[in-house]
């Protein structure tokens, strides 16, 4: 594996990302009944984030970086107000 495969992975670490996992139930026929796709935000690691620092590893986003955590960052503010507005 080359250092740019691993530093790819460590920021994706450090930064935090999104999952989508997919299930599928199937009856006794083998037809598909049900199928759910969840999605998960998976939080930025410190232990990353320290790795990076150490190494010197700074990050440059490019437009295209800067729009996606931009809209990361208000879906998951979105998220947090509906949460919020549930319990209240």
């Not at 939080?43 to 010197?56: F, H, N, Q, T, V």
């Amino acid at each position: 594996m080359d250092k740019e495969k691993l530093i790819k992975a460590l920021k994706k670490r450090a930064f935090g990302y999104t999952v989508s996992e997919r299930s599928t139930e199937y009856d006794s026929e083998g037809n598909e009944i049900k199928n759910k796709v969840t999605t998960k935000e998976v939080s930025p690691d410190l232990s990353a984030i320290k790795m990076l620092l150490e190494l010197g590893v700074e990050e440059e986003l490019d437009e295209k970086q800067l729009e996606e955590e931009r809209d990361r960052l208000l879906q998951l503010l979105a998220q947090t107000k509906k949460k919020k507005k549930e319990k209240d």
